[in-house]
Structures are given as structure tokens and as C-alpha cells.
């Protein structure tokens, strides 16, 4: 059985003292494959980066919110050619990449007020990496108290920031570079 996401913006208000009534909206349908990555097919996809959740571009890397998020503001840190292992990245784009992933948590603790924020990788399908062909680095954010029942007891995950709301105080807290 899948995990279920159920959005609770309404929450919102009570997370962080601000009232938002927007919808979550549902996510893009899936595109074929034809041997680009889906980050890549993303990265390609007519719309805005508003649009796909892209919270910045930088030379070499990007960073992405998950739609199917762990917690309200999970994002993910990427070069923006696929590649499957930290080996393959180029000294710059390794470095542009973890210089981005610290940007993240400092963006995540002051645009969201988290706690605590965890930072992962999958290297591989082995590790529980689903799309191993584009290596990513998550950035989870955490308050004391999120993990409840819902998971464990419905198998849904209780939201209370949407994913525009998020995007846009994350970008709104990113470092000036």
C-alpha cells in the first residue's frame, strides 16, 4: 500500500502564525521516458520555475522542493546534468553542490523555523535512491514533535505548509550569495 499525503495548509497558521488558504494542487503528470532523467525532463518542462517548485538555479546545481515530501519544505539539492554518483561530479559542480546544500539548511531553519534539518543521500538503487540515475541531496527539515501517529497509524503524512508557501519563504530566507 502507498503512502498517502494528505495537505493540511490550514495548519499553517498554527505552525507559523500565518494564515494560508491556498490548495496544494496536485502534482505534474508523469512524462515518458526517453533517457533524460525526470530531474532533467523538470529542468526541460515548458512552465516556470515557480511552477515546477524550483526554489533557485545556480551555475552548475538546482534546487527543487520534493512534491511528495517527507515534511513541509523537503527539498533537494542537484547538478543539473544526471549523474548517478558523487564520483561523476566535476570539482565544481561538487562544490557548488555542497555550497548549496548549506545554503538550504540555513534557508530552511530561518524561512521555516525548523529545529533540526536532515541532510541525505542515496548513492544507488540499493540505498533506497528511486530516481539513482540523478544524484540528490535531500534536505529535510524538522520540529520537535512532527513525528506523530499519522504515518505509522494511516500511512499518510500530515502537511501543514504548502508547497508555493514553502517555496516562498525558503527563497525569501536563502543567503545572499
Known amino acids: 500500500m502507498a503512502l498517502d499525503h494528505l495537505w493540511a495548509t490550514w495548519r499553517s ?9 491556498r490548495d496544494a494542487g496536485a502534482p505534474a503528470a508523469a512524462e515518458p521516458d526517453d533517457g533524460r532523467s ?5 529542468l526541460d518542462a515548458p512552465g516556470t520555475d515557480e511552477e515546477k517548485q524550483i526554489v533557485l538555479r545556480a551555475d552548475r546545481c538546482f534546487v527543487i522542493l520534493n512534491r511528495f515530501p517527507y515534511t513541509s519544505g523537503h527539498l533537494m539539492v542537484l547538478p543539473l546534468r544526471a549523474v548517478p554518483d558523487l564520483e561523476d561530479l ?12 548549506r ?35 535531500h534536505c529535510v527539515p524538522r520540529w520537535i514533535g512532527d513525528a506523530n501517529f499519522m504515518t505509522v497509524a494511516a500511512e499518510t503524512r500530515v502537511l501543514p505548509v504548502s508547497l508555493d508557501e514553502a517555496r516562498t519563504r525558503i527563497r525569501a530566507a536563502w543567503p545572499a550569495g
Open 13 to 21: 497558521a498554527y505552525v507559523a502564525g500565518v494564515t494560508d488558504g
Open 38 to 42: 525526470l530531474f532533467e525532463r523538470i
Open 90 to 101: 566535476d570539482p565544481d559542480e561538487f562544490a557548488e553542490l555542497w555550497a548549496l546544500v
Open 103 to 137: 545554503d538550504a539548511v540555513t534557508a530552511l531553519k530561518a524561512g521555516l523555523g525548523c529545529d533540526a534539518v536532515n541532510v541525505g543521500i542515496n548513492l544507488g538503487t540499493a540505498a533506497g535512491g528511486s530516481q539513482a540515475d540523478h544524484l540528490h541531496v
